[in-house]
């Protein structure tokens, strides 16, 4: 997200993102448009997990190959518009000019970069109907919200000019069960991150995004309308069982338990749900054996047909403290019982 949007980018994003007749027109238009590819037939890759996770890095590293399609800032705010946004980011000559990304974790963007820019369909489509206003929780999704999507898909494969998209949202974990029953011919990559250090990332952004807030309203209003609400001032819990919302609430979200219990909420309940003999097309990746470890990265690269060596991309773990945590040593070591198991269930383990 660019902190210097003028009053006049700031009105777009808001005419083409909120909700009102231009959002409900191109939606109606999804649903009015013509599925040439089956939502069955779709060879996609999904990448989700928790924020923090290292699904953005991924992100970058496959799109990295040139081989696939994707969702990128250059269509914003037009992105249930493709062909709109593609008109308009022919004529942005700075396209090329990389920038470290809000979050101040090194990753650096421009506005060719592929990011999560599909939530506002699943806002439309599917929030509205449920009671997400203050949390976030698994979710199904019908044939004809699926076909809608596809639409959406198609659009972006026509003027990415490329048979497959990379799509990563991390929100779509939510929805994974039912999105990978139905588009059983695309992959979906779970990835997750050793506990300790995947709370402290998220604690730490919290705090970061929390002042981000209180000095900039629109970015406030940007992640709303994205639907961007891992942390900051509009974060909202990701729950799975009835008793998780009274339990995370006991603890303040400026403390590391919070951003522990989140994980261990997220991760039991994808470590539960996702049978992989039965779920053939979803695989757990662990973020540390994709920074340390050349085979495991070869056997992702086999798995989803990329030629070895054509990652343009280095991987990173960054540095996480500890220091202080011995108060939490249960949580902690259940969360690290489930990450052991996580990694045992993945296929891209290395020998």
């Keep these: 997200m660019n902190k210097n949007y003028s009053f006049f980018g700031k009105t777009l994003h808001k005419q083409f993102l909120t909700d009102g007749e231009i959002l409900n027109y191109s939606i109606k238009k999804l649903f009015d448009e ?18 923090r996770a290292g699904t953005t890095s991924l992100l970058q590293a496959l799109d990295s190959t040139s081989l696939f399609g994707s969702f990128r800032y250059k269509y914003m705010p037009f992105v249930l518009y493709p062909k709109l946004g593609n008109f308009f980011s022919k004529s942005n000559k700075n396209s090329l000019i990389y920038k470290e990304r809000l979050h101040g974790d090194g990753l650096k963007i421009n506005t060719n970069s592929s990011e999560c820019l599909d939530e506002p369909f699943w806002i439309k489509t599917i929030y509205e109907k449920k009671s997400f206003k203050e949390e976030l929780k698994p979710h199904s999704i019908s044939i004809k919200i699926i076909e809608g999507y596809v639409s959406l898909l198609n659009m972006y494969m026509k003027i990415e000019k490329k048979k497959k998209l990379i799509i990563k949202n991390n929100n779509h974990h939510l929805r994974i069960l039912s999105l990978s029953s139905l588009m059983r011919n695309s992959k979906f990559l779970v990835v997750f991150r050793s506990p ?39 974060k909202k819990p990701f729950l799975y069982e009835k008793d998780q919302k009274k339990l995370i609430s006991t603890f303040p979200d400026t403390e590391i338990r919070y951003w522990i219990k989140q994980w261990i909420f997220t991760y039991k309940w ?11 097309n979803i695989k757990f990746i662990c973020y540390e054996s994709l920074c340390s470890s050349q085979s495991y990265r070869d056997k992702l690269l086999n798995y989803l047909n990329i030629k070895q060596n054509s990652l343009l991309f280095k991987f990173s773990l960054g ?19 489930i990450y052991e198991k996580l990694k045992n269930k993945s296929e891209l383990l290395h020998d």
């Excluded at 939502?39 to 890759?45: A, L, P, R, S, V």
């Excluded at 209180?214 to 509009?234: I, P």
């Excluded at 994808?270 to 053939?280: A, G, P, S, V």
């Design 34 to 51: 013509p599925n040439k590819a089956k939502y069955h037939e779709q060879e996609h890759i999904f990448i989700t997990g928790l924020a």
């Design 196 to 234: 300790v250090a995947h709370a402290l990332s998220l604690l730490n952004m919290h705090i970061k995004f929390l002042k981000i807030h209180s000095e900039d309203n629109f970015s406030l209003d940007y992640m709303n309308m994205l639907g961007h609400w891992e942390f900051g001032a509009n």
């Design 270 to 280: 994808l470590l539960e749900n996702i049978d992989m003999n039965e779920r053939k």
């Design 319 to 337: 540095i996480s403290n500890s220091i202080g945590l011995d108060d939490y040593s249960d949580d902690i070591k259940y969360a690290d019982q």
